[in-house]
């Protein structure tokens, strides 16, 4: 007799480990004495419920998953916020529980209008995973139909989806392989009713639509669903023998590129950059020994080129680049030892040339 490969929780220090046995009542006992659980917790609970997965494969139903900090609290809706602590649902012989762990030690945090579907008869194969709302979302098998329960932000309460026909429901949220919260989802996956097809719904679409993900051999029977990097894997047997089912890579956030230099000796600096594709050019560099200098750089198509460049000793100077049409060309240049010195460049046609120079001592030049 075999509990399979799921993962129960072990109610002590160590929090995590392969499911041996149901924590009967005895197992509870002890850890009444220990401390780790309040008194009573044996006579209340009484024992693990066990079920049948397989004709040779029992499992405690026993679940453990990341979770948030605090219950119904996303905070900033970062990773740690909403999956920074560990969470465990049991179903026992008293009733469903939800725990979290705090310091080595379970915590009761049982929300009964989340679990109290929970408590009907013939309920199996519990399955948790949290939302970005750090809600509890549930699901389970019963009398040969899939069922899921989640919080419901519009009408601020817990509703039910289902029935479905099909068995051995899992539940995983994808940000712990997309490594960020901002675009995950919770996936329910789960058997069709012959056994031999995987189908996944999404909470954003309050799991309506089912999506065939992979067909297996007759008996087929999933156990667990983990993440990699990137990736989900589901884990299971069939009449083949096991299975790992790896998902279709998630996408890489791409990086994007803005560069730009200032040297400053004195007096404010403010540099603006512009994230340019990477086939676009656009430089700017400017030295300033005091006042104020403020370069903007502007995207450029790949094939234009605009260039600018300017010494400061004093006062204030303002660059901007802006974009040229390829066949067009426009020059200006002007030297200035003080006043007020002010260039104008005009696009023009690619037929014409025009070119400008100035240099004086003193003044005002336009």
Request: glycine share 12%; charged share 15%; aromatic share 6%.
């Amino acid at each position: 007799m075999s509990y399979g490969g799921s993962w129960g929780v072990w109610w002590g220090l160590g929090l995590e480990r392969p499911a041996w046995s149901s924590l009967s009542p005895e197992l509870i006992r002890d850890q009444e004495r220990e401390g780790l659980l309040p008194a009573g917790s044996a006579a209340q609970l009484g024992g693990v419920i066990v079920t049948k997965r397989s004709r040779r494969t029992l499992r405690p139903e026993l679940v453990v998953a990341a979770g948030p900090q605090r219950l119904a609290q996303p905070g900033g809706g970062t990773y740690d916020d909403l999956y920074g602590s560990r969470w465990a649902l049991g179903l026992y012989r008293g009733g469903p529980r939800l725990y979290q762990a705090r310091s080595g030690v379970w915590v009761d945090r049982t929300d009964p209008d989340a679990l109290g579907a929970l408590t009907a008869s013939g309920v199996r194969h519990a399955s948790l995973a949290f939302d970005q709302a750090a809600r509890p979302v549930l699901a389970w098998e019963q009398s040969g139909a899939v069922y899921v329960r989640q919080w419901d932000a519009l009408g601020t309460q817990y509703v039910t989806r289902g029935p479905w026909e099909g068995c051995d429901p899992l539940l995983i949220s994808d940000a712990m392989a997309l490594l960020e919260t901002a675009d995950s989802d919770v996936t329910l996956y789960h058997l069709d009713a012959a056994r031999a097809a995987v189908l996944a719904r999404t909470q954003r679409e309050v799991y309506a639509t089912a999506r065939n993900v992979a067909t297996l051999a007759g008996g087929a029977v999933l156990d667990q669903v983990v993440t990699l990097p990137y990736a989900l894997q589901l884990i299971g047997e069939d009449a083949a023998g096991p299975i790992a089912l790896l998902s279709a890579p998630y996408p890489v956030a791409g990086a994007d590129r803005a560069r730009g230099a200032a040297t400053l000796a004195g007096g404010e600096l403010v540099v603006n950059l512009y994230a340019l594709p990477g086939a676009d050019n656009a430089q700017g560099a400017a030295t300033l020994a005091g006042g104020q200098l403020v370069v903007s750089l502007h995207a450029l198509p790949a094939a234009d080129s605009a260039q600018g460049a300017a010494t400061l000793a004093g006062g204030q100077l303002v660059v901007s680049l802006h974009a040229l049409p390829v066949a067009d060309s426009a020059q200006g240049a002007a030297t200035l030892a003080g006043g007020a010195l002010t260039t104008v460049l005009f696009s023009h046609s690619s037929a014409h040339s025009a070119t400008s120079g100035a240099s004086f001592i003193g003044g005002s030049y336009g």
